[in-house]
């Protein structure tokens, strides 16, 4: 059991869960539109990701890390080696990959780019002082949203474009709209465990403005939301059976887990898994339902 949580702890630390998390929402755009994936574009998500979380962690670092109360902080600071070692090889891994796609899919990764960067460099003048996206008042978890929609599921329609010339803007639109949906709300959890933390730095999120149970009822109506929009989702039965199976499994880690244990830092975390479950319990429906056609 203990090497089983150090593994949980090094996937989270490291931020290799939340890239595994990024790769597997894309293959499930592939698999949602039912075209086979293209292995760089998997490779550019995971990458982005890895680097991107890994410099917000960087432009956090506290003056003395070691007296920070987080023991993510002090472990990532005290194990610099792989955190380099790890940020080198993804960014090499992204740089080859992106040679290897379309020129208009890497002038819209550009374009992510700039949005995702802005959420965690401080390019913006705010009352004074040098801010980052992320910290303008309630906006941080739409902008994350935002940029793993565009990412997630706009990637993969650029790159696949010619393919998916019978998939009209009014269906594309409405699969962005389920994925920001399900996104803010595995990232609404985030803000209510960090309400303390975020009201010591004077942060306005929406998990401050609306107070820990308004929070919670509004994660439930979004996945209630969620439901009801994938039932009316262009793409398998068997995929929207997986979509619903994985909100019901969200459902059950509100209830039992992530709102019933809130201060315990590393069960939220539980979140990023379910990016990565989506898609596997997907795979599994659509070879069940498969299966039983034959």
Not at 178 to 201: A, E, H, N
Not at 235 to 259: A, E
Not at 263 to 281: G, R
Request: hydrophobic share 55%.
């Amino acid at each position: 059991m203990k090497s089983l949580i150090k593994v949980w702890k090094i996937l989270v630390f490291t931020n290799i869960l939340i890239a595994i998390g990024a790769g597997a929402q894309v293959l499930l755009s592939y698999a949602v539109f039912q075209i086979p994936y293209n292995i760089y574009i998997v490779q550019v998500e995971f990458c982005a990701t890895l680097l991107l979380y890994n410099l917000s962690i960087w432009m956090s670092k506290p003056k003395d890390y070691t007296k920070s109360p987080y023991e993510r902080t002090r472990w990532v600071f005290d194990h610099m080696s792989i955190f380099w070692t790890i940020s080198l090889l993804a960014l090499t891994l992204l740089l080859f990959a992106l040679t290897q796609i379309s020129l208009q899919t890497l002038i819209y990764f550009g374009f992510i780019g700039v949005i995702s960067l802005a959420y965690v460099l401080p390019i913006l003048n705010f009352k004074g002082e040098r801010k980052s996206f992320r910290h303008l008042p309630y906006i941080k978890v739409f902008h994350i949203a935002l940029i793993w929609s565009l990412s997630t599921v706009g990637l993969v329609y650029i790159e696949s474009g010619n393919t998916l010339q019978d998939l009209n803007y009014g269906s594309l639109l409405y699969l962005l709209l389920c994925k920001f949906l399900f996104i803010i709300l595995i990232t609404l959890p985030f803000d209510l465990r960090d309400m303390k933390q975020d009201s010591y730095y004077h942060l306005k999120t929406v998990s401050i403005a609306l107070g820990e149970r308004k929070t919670k009822v509004l994660c439930y109506l979004l996945l209630m939301a969620h439901i009801i929009l994938v039932l009316f989702m262009q793409t398998l039965g068997s995929i929207k059976i997986g979509l619903i199976l994985c909100d019901i499994l969200v459902l059950l880690l509100f209830n039992f887990k992530i709102f019933k244990e809130r201060n315990s830092f590393l069960n939220v975390y539980l979140l990023d898994l379910m990016l990565v479950m989506q898609y596997l319990i997907c795979v599994v429906c659509i070879q069940i339902v498969d299966n039983f056609i034959r």
